[in-house]
Nanobody
Framework: QVQLVESGGGSVQTGGSLRLTCAAS????????MGWFRQAPGKEREGVAR????????VYANSVKGRFTISQDNSKNTLNLQMNSLKPEDTAMYYC???????????????????WGQGTQVTVSS
């Protein structure tokens, strides 16, 4: 079993920054591939960024490249998402996701995700 708890969401103006943190616990093998997804009202959940603990590979959605940075602190069992230059279209519920190692770790597909956090809301106003 894996437990994921997100924090750090909030409301900011366009151009602002937020740092999301996901506190993870439980089976280490099931947390080898971790990422952030988001879902805006009326839209499907989409992958934002992913990191594969096996080799450190990171993957980003085109819409956030150059603005968001995903990182992992294994000593603290946390996954972070630094979000800069935020835009109104970044407004969504952000979810932490975890899964075992696999080829899916090199993409942003939700396939392979076995555990989800409860989510943290990010709202960007213009």
């Amino acid at each position: 079993q894996v437990q994921l708890v997100e924090s750090g969401g909030g409301s900011v103006q366009t151009g602002g920054s937020l740092r999301l943190t996901c506190a993870a616990s439980g089976d280490t093998y099931s947390r080898y591939c971790m990422g952030w997804f988001r879902q805006a009202p009326g839209k499907e959940r989409e992958g934002v960024a992913r990191i594969y603990d096996g080799d450190g590979t990171t993957v980003y959605a085109n819409s956030v490249k150059g603005r968001f940075t995903i990182s992992q602190d294994n000593s603290k069992n946390t996954l972070n998402l630094q979000m800069n230059s935020l835009k109104p279209e970044d407004t969504a519920m952000y979810y932490c996701a975890a899964g075992a190692p696999g080829g899916y770790c090199y993409s942003l597909t939700p396939y392979g995700v076995n555990y989800w956090g409860q989510g943290t809301q990010v709202t960007v106003s213009s």
